[in-house]
């Protein structure tokens, strides 16, 4: 028989980076086996770059630096033997690493109104798709915004900056090879926001003048250096500089005033770009000197369901003249205005204020009136609710003695049944020895505590201890018991904590659902347990239940104000004290936007305003989502994400074409319902004059290859939502137009709806799924040529 050759080894695939060596090798199993190499059917003579090597069994091909040249199909035959491998040549995007590092570590800085160029140069095998986001939203070109490229490099351009096109930007460079991305970060100067207001009247009187503001939301990315402080008299339309402030001190005195002679006042931010716009006061008077100083704040003396009756010393100062009555005034908690109560002074100084309504919490003040005038208003008094006198609360429950020993007693028990209008503000612990008849008062606890410890007690002394709730009402009917202070029976534990995995330092909690925290602890005697919130006690619809080893709290149905910071206290009566504290944070999905405003501050644009979620105010995430419609039943398309300002603007508005609109708010639980437009919004199209020109016929060509009018767009989409894709195509005969994602004919496939109305070709995906996301690449073809245009569709996850 003749001996054969045989492999040990075959050839393995190589991937390398363009410009890296590469190497193929293979073993046989003979060693006089004279080997050939082939690349793509061709066989290996001369290459450059490329070297072949034979050390005994072993057969290379060494590559010292890879081109595209180099990329193909490789064979080996010897004697009776055959392997092949392919070498892929990979060329992913590069940046030159000099202009990359100054890209990447200082930011570029623009003033607002000038305008910017980034260009970012490229290398790597085409076609490189180059796309810029911001906010993890791509930009597309706009009226002032415009992303260009070319084989080499990709600009974005903005014509005019302003100060939110300040944030962190990034470029996307993506070829069959790989993909890079930059981060870049823009950063737009200003001169600043006008200070926040409103102007705030600190003091009034015949003498001087201080108001306060406080700093500009927006500093326009210089700190503000000082603030100008301006003054116009009523009446008078030239205004006068006061002076200026440093910008730590946002409050300023005028001595330059003359009595009872009204005022505005006005306030301007100055930094290193300029001075901002002027914030301005309402009309200040200045007092005279002859009137009343301002009485102490009025008291609450009763209320009912719609009446309050307060009443108020007459102020120390009273003027040049007599006390001829005094204005009385009321606003509700939470507003800014004051409204009369009486058509005319008040000559008493207590006042039944009627016609309230039931339930408002109500606030007071007054102001005494002499022949010079009305004098300074006194403080506002405590607020009020206007409801009828509430109950005292109920007896407490299951009073009873938890341990004791030679010096000290401990008692817990519940709280009493609650009814309406006689919540617990507190307990008062009393103690009477058993030869005495008068009661001594120990403690007056906060709601949440059910237990209390008394110490300083003798050995075998018998006594009487009562619990009595508190509440608005006064204290309710004290429950009773006797007691006796013995030996310990037990060596004394330090109260302490036993925290493990099961216990959150923080709860994120839905509004409508129970808040529920078990604290598990230890102590001998048994620690006298507190709960605060916020460093004060528990609102009233707290249930704190406290039993051997742990205490637990219970808020049945979470209410947004219930958002803070939680503390258990373990106290051991002799002034030692162990303390946990957990974060609570209450959410809920968004209310809905206000009403929307259509604009067209810029011709063939409309500007989506609208008035803010409610849910502003307690939601740092809350963002707002904007989708447009072209008929009144047709399907909604998202226009805008992760918006977090009240304002959108849509620039490919067709003229006589009918807009609907709709807004969401959005955070990490989900949206809001829509705010949206009943009435159309349109742009009337301009009719031209119709004029024909006869042109001479030219015939017609039949031969022209496909070309695409108008090509594919890369989209960013939302799970669960449709997506369009379209582009235009010519030529003659007419192409046969095909789609395909990732190389895969979509023609059959039912996930995928293709149309082809007389060279305008649509894709819709019905409901994307991330299984979507991919490259898409339609394909023109008729009897002269071929035609291609790509897409990339990524998929975003919906909040």
Same mark, same amino acid.
């Given at each position: 028989?003749?001996?054969? #050759?045989?492999?040990?080894?075959?050839?393995?695939?190589?991937?390398?980076?363009?410009?890296?060596?590469?190497?193929?090798?293979?073993?046989?199993?003979?060693? @006089?086996?004279?080997?050939?190499?082939?690349?793509?059917?061709?066989?290996?003579?001369?290459?450059?770059?490329?070297?072949?090597?034979?050390?005994?069994?072993?057969?290379?091909?060494?590559?010292?630096?890879?081109?595209?040249?180099?990329?193909?199909?490789?064979?080996? %035959?010897?004697?009776?033997?055959?392997?092949?491998?392919?070498?892929?040549? %990979?060329?992913?995007?590069?940046?030159?690493?000099?202009?990359?590092? @100054?890209?990447?570590?200082?930011?570029?800085?623009?003033?607002?109104?000038? *305008?910017?160029?980034?260009?970012?140069?490229?290398?790597?095998?085409?076609?490189?798709?180059?796309?810029?986001?911001?906010?993890?939203?791509?930009?597309?070109?706009?009226?002032?915004?415009?992303?260009?490229?070319?084989?080499?490099?990709?600009?974005?351009?903005?014509?005019?900056?302003?100060?939110?096109?300040?944030?962190?930007?990034?470029?996307?460079?993506?070829?069959?090879?790989?993909?890079?991305?930059?981060?870049?970060?823009?950063?737009?100067?200003?001169?600043?926001?006008?200070?926040?207001?409103?102007?705030?009247?600190?003091? &009034?009187?015949? @003498?001087?003048?201080?108001?306060?503001?406080?700093?500009?939301?927006?500093?326009?990315?210089? $700190?503000? /250096?000082?603030?100008?402080?301006?003054?116009? +008299?009523?009446?008078?339309?030239?205004?006068?500089?006061?002076? %200026?402030?440093?910008?730590?001190?946002? &409050?300023?005195?005028?001595?330059?005033?003359?009595?009872?002679?009204?005022?505005?006042?006005?306030?301007?931010?100055?930094?290193?770009?300029?001075?901002?716009?002027?914030?301005? &006061?309402?009309?200040?008077?200045?007092?005279?000197?002859? &009137?009343?100083?301002?009485?102490?704040?009025?008291?609450?003396?009763?209320?009912?369901?719609?009446?309050?009756?307060?009443?108020?010393?007459?102020? #120390?100062?009273?003027?040049?003249?007599?006390?001829?009555?005094?204005?009385?005034?009321?606003?509700?908690?939470?507003?800014?205005?004051?409204?009369?109560?009486?058509?005319?002074?008040?000559?008493?100084?207590?006042?039944?204020?009627?016609?309230?309504?039931?339930?408002? !919490?109500?606030?007071?003040?007054?102001?005494?009136?002499?022949?010079?005038?009305?004098?300074? $208003?006194?403080?506002?008094?405590?607020?009020?609710?206007?409801?009828?006198?509430?109950?005292?609360?109920?007896?407490?429950?299951?009073?009873?003695?938890?341990?004791?020993?030679?010096?000290?007693?401990?008692?817990?028990?519940?709280?009493?049944?609650?009814?309406?209008?006689?919540?617990?503000?507190?307990?008062?612990?009393?103690?009477?020895?058993?030869?005495?008849?008068?009661?001594?008062?120990?403690?007056?606890?906060?709601?949440?505590?059910?237990?209390?410890?008394?110490?300083?007690?003798?050995?075998?002394?018998?006594?009487?201890?009562?619990?009595?709730?508190? *509440?608005?009402?006064?204290?309710?009917?004290?429950?009773?018991?006797?007691?006796?202070?013995?030996?310990?029976?037990?060596?004394?534990?330090?109260?302490?904590?036993?925290?493990?995995?099961?216990?959150?330092?923080?709860?994120?909690?839905?509004?409508?659902?129970?808040?529920?925290?078990?604290?598990?602890?230890?102590?001998?005697?048994? $620690?006298?347990?507190?709960?605060?919130?916020?460093?004060?006690?528990?609102?009233?619809?707290?249930?704190?239940?406290?039993?051997?080893?742990?205490?637990?709290?219970?808020?049945?149905?979470?209410?947004?104000?219930?958002?803070?910071?939680?503390?258990?206290?373990?106290?051991?009566?002799?002034?030692?004290? %162990?303390?946990?504290?957990?974060?609570?944070?209450?959410?809920?999905?968004?209310?809905?936007?206000?009403?929307?405003?259509?604009?067209?501050?810029?011709?063939?644009?409309?500007?989506?305003?609208?008035?803010?979620?409610?849910?502003?105010?307690?939601?740092?995430?809350?963002?707002?989502?904007?989708?447009?419609?072209?008929? +009144?039943?047709?399907?909604?398309?998202?226009?805008?994400?992760?918006?977090?300002?009240?304002?959108?603007?849509?620039?490919?508005?067709?003229?006589?074409?009918?807009?609907?609109?709709?807004?969401?708010?959005?955070?990490?639980?989900?949206?809001?319902?829509?705010?949206?437009?009943? /009435?159309?919004?349109?742009?009337?199209?301009?009719?031209?004059?119709?004029?024909?020109?006869?042109?001479?016929?030219?015939?017609?060509? !039949? @031969?022209?290859?496909?070309?695409?009018?108008?090509?594919?767009? #890369?989209?960013?989409?939302?799970?669960?939502?449709?997506?369009?894709?379209?582009?235009?195509?010519?030529?003659?005969?007419?192409?046969?137009?095909?789609?395909?994602?990732? =190389?895969?004919?979509?023609?059959?496939?039912?996930?995928?709806?293709?149309? =082809?109305?007389?060279?305008?070709?649509?894709?819709?995906?019905?409901?994307?799924?991330?299984?979507?996301?991919?490259?898409?690449?339609?394909?023109?073809?008729?009897?002269?040529?071929?035609?291609?245009?790509?897409?990339?569709?990524?998929?975003?996850?919906? #909040?």
């Amino acid at each position: 028989s003749v001996p054969r #050759c045989y492999l040990n080894k075959q050839l393995a695939t190589v991937r390398v980076l363009k410009g890296d060596p590469a190497e193929l090798s293979c073993t046989v199993s003979r060693d @006089n086996v004279t080997g050939t190499w082939f690349k793509d059917g061709l066989k290996l003579t001369s290459m450059d770059g490329v070297v072949f090597e034979k050390k005994g069994l072993v057969h290379k091909l060494i590559i010292n630096k890879a081109e595209d040249i180099h990329a193909g199909k490789y064979r080996f %035959e010897g004697g009776d033997v055959k392997t092949e491998a392919s070498i892929f040549v %990979e060329d992913p995007p590069q940046v030159d690493k000099v202009l990359l590092k @100054n890209l990447t570590s200082v930011p570029t800085v623009a003033k607002a109104g000038e *305008g910017v160029k980034l260009r970012i140069p490229f290398e790597g095998r085409g076609p490189i798709r180059a796309a810029w986001l911001k906010d993890r939203m791509e930009l597309g070109d706009d009226s002032r915004i415009r992303v260009d490229k070319t084989d080499t490099c990709t600009t974005l351009s903005i014509s005019s900056c302003d100060r939110r096109d300040c944030g962190d930007y990034k470029v996307r460079l993506k070829n069959d090879s790989g993909v890079l991305e930059i981060n870049l970060k823009l950063m737009v100067i200003d001169k600043p926001q006008p200070p926040a207001g409103p102007i705030k009247i600190v003091e &009034s009187s015949a @003498n001087n003048i201080t108001i306060q503001w406080k700093p500009p939301k927006d500093d326009g990315g210089k $700190p503000v /250096q000082r603030y100008l402080v301006e003054r116009q +008299q009523v009446g008078r339309n030239d205004w006068e500089t006061l002076g %200026e402030t440093p910008r730590s001190c946002t &409050s300023f005195t005028t001595n330059k005033v003359e009595e009872e002679m009204s005022y505005y006042f006005r306030v301007r931010a100055v930094n290193a770009e300029g001075v901002s716009h002027a914030l301005e &006061s309402g009309e200040v008077k200045a007092a005279g000197k002859g &009137s009343p100083g301002a009485p102490d704040r009025p008291e609450i003396i009763s209320a009912s369901r719609d009446t309050i009756t307060i009443s108020w010393k007459a102020p #120390c100062k009273t003027g040049t003249s007599q006390i001829m009555g005094y204005v009385v005034q009321k606003r509700k908690k939470g507003t800014v205005t004051w409204l009369p109560v009486t058509n005319a002074p008040v000559k008493d100084k207590k006042l039944k204020v009627t016609g309230l309504k039931k339930g408002v !919490q109500y606030e007071f003040r007054v102001a005494a009136v002499n022949a010079a005038g009305t004098g300074q $208003p006194s403080d506002p008094s405590e607020p009020a609710f206007a409801r009828d006198p509430t109950k005292s609360p109920g007896q407490v429950q299951d009073l009873k003695v938890s341990s004791s020993d030679s010096t000290s007693v401990t008692l817990t028990w519940n709280k009493p049944e609650v009814q309406d209008g006689n919540d617990v503000k507190g307990y008062e612990v009393e103690m009477r020895p058993s030869n005495s008849l008068s009661w001594t008062k120990c403690f007056t606890l906060p709601a949440g505590s059910t237990s209390c410890r008394v110490q300083g007690l003798q050995a075998r002394e018998k006594l009487f201890l009562r619990v009595r709730a508190l *509440g608005d009402g006064g204290p309710g009917e004290a429950a009773e018991l006797e007691a006796c202070a013995g030996a310990s029976a037990a060596a004394p534990v330090s109260p302490r904590f036993l925290i493990d995995d099961t216990v959150k330092s923080f709860l994120l909690i839905r509004a409508g659902d129970p808040i529920r925290m078990k604290i598990p602890f230890e102590g001998s005697p048994e $620690p006298v347990v507190t709960w605060f919130k916020d460093g004060l006690p528990l609102p009233g619809r707290a249930a704190v239940s406290t039993e051997e080893g742990s205490s637990q709290l219970l808020l049945r149905a979470a209410e947004l104000g219930d958002s803070g910071t939680y503390t258990v206290e373990l106290g051991d009566g002799l002034g030692k004290k %162990e303390t946990f504290s957990f974060q609570v944070q209450i959410t809920d999905i968004p209310q809905p936007p206000g009403a929307i405003q259509l604009e067209e501050n810029v011709p063939n644009t409309v500007t989506v305003t609208w008035e803010p979620s409610a849910s502003e105010q307690w939601e740092k995430n809350l963002y707002y989502t904007v989708l447009k419609r072209e008929s +009144q039943k047709g399907l909604w398309h998202v226009l805008g994400d992760l918006i977090y300002n009240n304002k959108f603007t849509f620039t490919r508005v067709v003229p006589g074409r009918d807009y609907y609109f709709r807004v969401v708010a959005k955070n990490d639980l989900g949206a809001s319902d829509p705010s949206e437009t009943v /009435q159309p919004w349109r742009i009337w199209k301009k009719k031209a004059e119709f004029r024909v020109k006869a042109q001479k016929y030219r015939g017609v060509n !039949q @031969n022209q290859p496909p070309r695409f009018l108008v090509p594919l767009k #890369c989209h960013v989409v939302v799970t669960g939502s449709e997506c369009h894709m379209s582009c235009a195509v010519g030529g003659h005969p007419p192409p046969k137009v095909t789609w395909y994602k990732d =190389n895969r004919d979509l023609s059959r496939d039912p996930n995928y709806f293709c149309t =082809n109305d007389f060279g305008v070709c649509s894709l819709v995906v019905l409901g994307v799924t991330k299984q979507d996301e991919g490259e898409y690449m339609v394909e023109a073809s008729n009897g002269v040529g071929r035609a291609f245009s790509k897409a990339f569709l990524a998929i975003k996850g919906n #909040c």
